[in-house]
């Protein structure tokens, strides 16, 4: 089973919807949790933190729920600028040399459409 | 957010010769950075993590004496890729951590490289 897992997609949207994405981790040690985005042959950006109460950062919201080992991304009135792999990224701690290493889902490809 | 670069941002080179990629921050201090490598259509898989002033920890089937990682400063971590064979062709990118409570990373870049 691999540690963090994503429906790999691909969602195509148009402009306006709303969409999810899931992700699953193997881990129940797991301390920190992020979305990333990736655009095609560049490397991963921050998009958000993941926090266990839930967070909003303008058309995104992130959920976690530690007691399912879940997390999702919903976007919501999607724009073109939004097509993009999403990518679900864990990190456990398990001291020494573990500190701050991420494990990264295989990512979500998303193409939004006008 | 804070800044990651890597040169050069593409290499082609020949079978059996070396390859040396750099990562900076740029606007702050990074103890640890890592390095990852991504093949077409995969995610990033790690390759080994990067501690200022001591040797570098690497994955599983990862070969050190092949992907020499040097973290000579709190800003500067170097990777070479060592008699480069085509199988090495990849993206390869690094990241800094920054301090703080999240473990955020920031990436650069990027580096493709090619091996002919």
């Known amino acids: 089973r691999k540690e963090v897992e994503q429906d790999p997609g691909p969602f195509n949207v148009p402009e306006g919807a709303t969409v999810a994405f899931n992700c699953t981790y193997s881990?129940?040690?797991?301390?920190?949790f992020f979305w990333y985005r990736q655009d095609c042959r560049k490397e991963p950006k921050l998009l958000m933190s993941?926090?266990?109460s839930g967070n909003e950062d303008g058309r995104f919201t992130a959920q976690l729920n530690r007691a399912s080992q879940y997390i999702s991304l919903l976007i919501r009135d999607s724009k073109l600028s939004d097509s993009a792999t999403y990518l679900c990224?864990?990190?456990?701690?398990?001291?020494?040399?573990?500190?701050?290493?991420?494990?990264f889902g295989q990512g979500t490809i998303l193409t939004v459409h006008p | 957010g804070a800044v990651v670069s890597q040169h050069p941002s593409r290499v082609i080179c020949k079978s059996g010769t070396s390859v040396k990629i750099e990562c900076r921050s740029l606007?702050?201090?990074?103890?640890?950075m890592f390095w990852y490598r991504q093949f077409p259509k995969q995610s990033l898989m790690l390759m080994a993590t990067?501690?200022?002033?001591?040797?570098?920890?690497?994955e599983q089937g990862v070969e050190k004496d092949k992907f020499l990682i040097n973290h000579a400063s709190l800003t500067l971590s170097t990777l070479t890729v060592t008699s480069a064979h085509p199988e090495d062709s990849s993206f390869y990118i690094c990241?800094?951590?920054?301090?703080?409570?999240?473990?955020?990373?920031?990436f650069g870049p990027g580096t493709r490289l090619t091996v002919t």
């Open positions: 990241s800094a951590l920054t301090s703080g409570v999240s473990y955020e990373q920031y």
């Open positions: 881990n129940s040690a797991s301390q920190s």
């Open positions: 993941v926090y266990s």
């Open positions: 990224v864990v990190n456990w701690d398990a001291g020494g040399t573990s500190y701050g290493k991420l494990t």
């Open positions: 606007d702050f201090q990074a103890t640890t």
């Open positions: 990067s501690n200022e002033g001591s040797k570098a920890t690497y």
